[in-house]
C-alpha cells in the first residue's frame, strides 16, 4: 500500500497526519511501513533551532518518536527525514498506518513531499 501526503504541510506544536493508509493483513503476519519526507525550517535568528520530529504509528495519531530531525541557523534549510518501522500483526484484518509529525519550536517548519509504504508479510 501507498500514501501521499500534500506537496507542502505546515508543522505545528500538535501531533500531524502527513500521510495516512490502510492495508489488509489476511492472516497474522508482520507489517513494515517506510516513510519519506523533508523537514525544512527557517529560524529568527543565528543559531536559533527548530526540530522536527516524524513517527510511523499504527492505528494511532500520536507519536512514539521514531525520527527526530533538529536544524540550527538562520537561512531556509531541507532536512530529509527517512523512516522504517515494524509492526506485529496478531490477526486478520484492516490495518491503519500513519505517517505523524510535529515541531517543537516556535519557528517556522514546513514538511515536503510526505508519503508512506508499507507490506504485510504472512507468518506462515
Excluded at 500500500?1 to 502527513?18: E, S
Amino acid at each position: 500500500a501507498f500514501a501521499n501526503g500534500p506537496t507542502f504541510v505546515d508543522l505545528t506544536t500538535a501531533d500531524k497526519i502527513l500521510a495516512s493508509l490502510t492495508i489488509h493483513a489476511t492472516s497474522p503476519g508482520s507489517i513494515v511501513a517506510k516513510s519519506s519526507t523533508s523537514i525544512g525550517y527557517f529560524a529568527a535568528a543565528d543559531g536559533d533551532s527548530i526540530s522536527g520530529r516524524c513517527s510511523i504509528a499504527k492505528d494511532s495519531t500520536s507519536m512514539n518518536f521514531t525520527g527526530m530531525v533538529i536544524a540550527r541557523g538562520r537561512f531556509p534549510d531541507w532536512i530529509p527525514l527517512y523512516l522504517t518501522q515494524h509492526f506485529s500483526v496478531a490477526s486478520a484484518g484492516n490495518i491503519t498506518i500513519n505517517l505523524v509529525c510535529d515541531r517543537e519550536s516556535t519557528y517556522v517548519g514546513l514538511s515536503a513531499n510526505p508519503s508512506l509504504t508499507a507490506i504485510f508479510i504472512p507468518s506462515s
